[in-house]
């Protein structure tokens, strides 16, 4: 990695099993528009592994330059300039293929969390695909004593966080028109939810 880009160690362990599942179930021509691309690590493995898909980064303004910092040293031709999204107001126009986001859901509120899913049915073409990575619980209880402790920090860091329920992400995607194709278990008690637009 160059000196002065920003790192989330994350996504050096998790990018492979990301990748093979986006691989399964994604084309190799498609437009994805990934939600809260964060450092932008993900974008520039993932588009330099499958040149046949546009991957148009998005996140919160803050977040743009470092996005913007790894885009310009891959160089890569599918990789547009990052947009800015902040999910509970209006989106940019666009449809898309596909629509990943990774550890987010527990970083937004889950009013944001809802305003999300809720736009989805603009962006997103027919049949298209939903993928979202990170930990879950089910039936309101935890996976894993990790993800237990992991909550306790994120809920000590803001209230607002936390781990959030399958169940009701899973009412969310159902009300936006999307049925659940896979809930894949993942390294280190994380998931890989993939949702098909009916």
Same mark, same amino acid.
């Given at each position: 990695m160059m000196p002065g880009l920003p790192? =989330? +160690? =994350?996504?050096? #362990?998790? #990018?492979e099993v990301i990748l093979a599942v986006l691989r399964e179930h994604l084309p190799e021509r498609a437009r994805v528009l990934e939600i809260a691309s964060g450092t932008g690590q993900h974008a520039v493995y993932f588009a330099q592994a499958m040149p046949g898909w546009i991957w148009q980064c998005s996140d919160l303004a803050g977040n743009l330059l470092g996005i913007a910092a790894w885009l310009a040293h891959a160089q890569l031709p599918n990789t547009p300039a990052p947009w800015i999204l902040d999910v509970t107001a209006p989106w940019p126009a666009g449809r898309f293929d596909a629509v990943f986001? =990774?550890?987010? /859901?527990?970083i937004m509120p889950w009013s944001a969390v809802e305003c999300l899913f809720a736009a989805l049915p603009q962006v /997103? %073409? +027919? %049949? %298209?695909r939903l993928l979202i990575y990170g930990p879950f619980n089910y039936g309101g209880a935890f996976s894993s004593a990790s993800n237990a402790a992991f909550d306790a920090s994120l809920k000590a860091r803001d209230a607002a966080q936390g781990i959030r329920d399958f169940e009701a992400?899973?009412?969310l995607a159902s009300a936006a028109g999307l049925r659940l194709l896979e809930d894949r278990a993942m390294p280190a008690n994380n998931r890989c939810l993939v949702w098909v637009r009916r």
């Open positions: 790192d =989330a +160690p =994350a996504c050096a #362990r998790n #990018r986001s =990774a550890n987010s /859901l527990h /997103l %073409a +027919p %049949a %298209a992400v899973e009412a």
